[in-house]
Structure formats: C-alpha cells, structure tokens
C-alpha cells in the first residue's frame, strides 16, 4: 500500500478520560510528528473513576488531565462530558454530540475502541464512533457544523490487556513509547484510581502490551488496530502512520 500524500485529520473517540492514553496514544503521537493533525475525544467526563469528592469535581480534573495530556502532542481536546457508565449508542442526544463533534474535527481516519472490551462503555463508545461517523455526512442530520464530505475510515483499537482482539495492522511506536507513558502519567488522578479499583499498574501495563504488540509485529514497541472493513469505511492507501 502507499502513504496518502497529503497530511491526514485523524481523531481518537474513547471511552473515558486516559482511554486513548492507554491505547492508541503512541499512534496518536506518531500521526502528530509526521505533521498530521489529531483531535483526541473522550465521550464521558470521568466522573465515577475516583473513591472520593463530588462528580463535578472529578470530572473537571480528569478533564484538565486528558487536555494536558493531547497538549503534550498537540492535539486538540474534546471532552462530551457523558456521566461514566451511562455512553449508551442509542441515545439521540449522545447521537448528536459524537456527531458534532466529529465534524468539528472532520477526520479523514477514527481510531476507537474495539466491541468486545471490559467495559460496557467502551462498546457503546465504539458503537458511537461508528453510528455517528456516518450520521455526520448526511446533511439532513442537523447539527451546528456543515457535514462532512465522506465517511471516514475507521480502526478499532486493541482492547484492555489486549483479551480477545486479534489485530491486523501494527504502528511502531518504538519511538513514541515515553511520550505515551507520558501522557498517561499526565493521567495522575488515575495512576492511584486504577491501582485501588483495579490493581492495574498501567504505566506497567502500557510497556507490557507495547512490547508484546511488538513482538507480534517484527518491532520493539507497537500498537495493534483492526480496521473496519464494511462498505464506504476501506481505502486503498495505509492510513495508519
Ligand atoms: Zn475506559
């Protein structure tokens, strides 16, 4: 396959606050350094992912700790502030504000979650992705923003600890592994949450996983992806950087 010649619009759509951090990040970074640009996209505002404090309070920090984490790249920031454990793809309004914000960010390329994953979020995120990228070519679908052109193409990221995806596409990240640490450990809200819900070490988890998707692919450190092959969704060109 060729490069596209032109630099790309790419835009991750995860779950919660840290979701791309985790996943694709290295990805993202990568499509940023080539000069591509890159918005970042959290459906829900993270507000249940703490032991303590009031929602409002937990959500404007994981807010301002994903925002810090797409400036370490220069990517632009969308939080939609859905409440955690309800992203639900078949809410209109939820419809309506993934849509929107796609065509603020008019992407050539979606990465998002993979079905399957841990958490019902995350699915619904990837139904989202889906469902409203294409909603958002249509001009009779209102929204504040014009329509896009076409229907993007779209990738699943790997999920979780990488439990039951099979991937078919690798970026090396050999070079961008510290910067995707990195933007997680911008994550300093969730470094304790997910050690106390979860006992996930995830800086641990993200070097594990890199090296493992590496192995898999002929490189130090990768990410795995599986693209969305159905109808208006496949291009002839390699789109992953
Ligand atoms: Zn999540």
């Not at 993202?28 to 404090?53: E, F, P, Q, W």
């Not at 911008?186 to 106390?196: C, F, G, N």
């Not at 993200?206 to 092959?229: D, W």
Request: hydrophobic share 40%.
């Amino acid at each position: 396959m060729t490069a596209p010649a032109s630099p790309l619009r790419v835009m991750g759509i995860g779950a919660h606050p840290d979701d791309l951090e985790l996943t694709c990040a290295g990805t993202l970074a990568k499509y940023r350094s080539l000069g591509n640009h890159v918005t970042m996209c959290h459906i829900a505002g993270g507000d249940r992912g703490a032991t303590s404090g009031t929602r409002a309070e937990v959500a404007r920090i994981r807010r301002a700790e994903a925002g810090s984490a797409a400036a370490l790249i220069g990517a632009d920031y969308i939080n939609l502030g859905v409440s955690d454990g309800e992203v639900d793809a078949s809410n209109e309004h939820q419809k309506l504000l993934v849509t929107e914000a796609i065509r603020t960010a008019r992407p050539d390329v979606i990465i998002t979650h993979s079905a399957g994953d841990y958490m019902e979020d995350h699915n619904q995120a990837s139904a989202l992705a889906f469902t409203a990228s294409f909603l958002a070519t249509l001009p009779l679908y209102e929204s504040d923003s014009p329509p896009l052109d076409a229907v993007p193409a779209l990738f699943y990221m790997d999920t979780m600890a990488g439990l039951g995806f099979q991937p078919t596409e690798f970026v090396d990240i050999t070079e961008q592994l510290d910067t995707k640490r990195e933007m997680m450990r911008l994550h300093s809200s969730q470094l304790v949450w997910l050690e106390q819900h979860d006992e996930m070490d995830v800086l641990g988890q993200i070097s594990t996983i890199a090296a493992y998707r590496g192995l898999q692919s002929g490189v130090r450190f990768a990410e795995a992806f599986a693209p969305c092959s159905a109808h208006l969704r496949t291009r002839t060109t390699r789109l992953l950087p």
